[in-house]
Nanobody, 116 residues
Framework: QLVESGGGMVQPGGSLRLSCAAS????????MSWVRQAPAKGPEWVST????????YYADSVKGRFTISRDNAKNTLYLQMNSLKPEDTALYYC???????????WGQGTQVTVSS
């Protein structure tokens, strides 16, 4: 099970930190990703971190603004989002696996709204 938290409404240029609590599987054995979906759009891969946390990958749209990390001792995935833009508005999902895993492996999502 994956449970996201930390979403909310923020002004452009603001920051949010998303968290994802994992349970029911061996968290440290899986790459983990963040995927987002804006209204009326398909899923968009945001970022992936490898099992140990030492390798991270980002979509060009968020590179330099977002930071993915994980704490394997706490079975938790994070996404630090800085310099947020209105186009970052979406439902953000934590997902088990790389890139855009099958939907079965996603959490329920947390809403991020960037608006003035």
């Amino acid at each position: 099970q994956l449970v996201e938290s930390g979403g909310g409404m923020v002004q452009p240029g603001g920051s949010l930190r998303l968290s994802c609590a994992a349970s029911g599987f061996t968290f440290r054995r899986y790459d983990m990703s963040w995927v987002r979906q804006a209204p009326a759009k398909g899923p968009e891969w945001v970022s992936t971190v490898n099992t140990g946390g030492g390798s991270t990958y980002y979509a060009d749209s968020v590179k330099g603004r977002f930071t993915i990390s994980r704490d394997n001792a706490k079975n938790t995935l994070y996404l630090q989002m800085n310099s947020l833009k209105p186009e970052d508005t979406a439902l953000y999902y934590c997902a088990r696996g790389s890139r855009v895993p099958p939907r079965y492996y996603w959490g329920q999502g947390t809403q991020v709204t960037v608006s003035s």
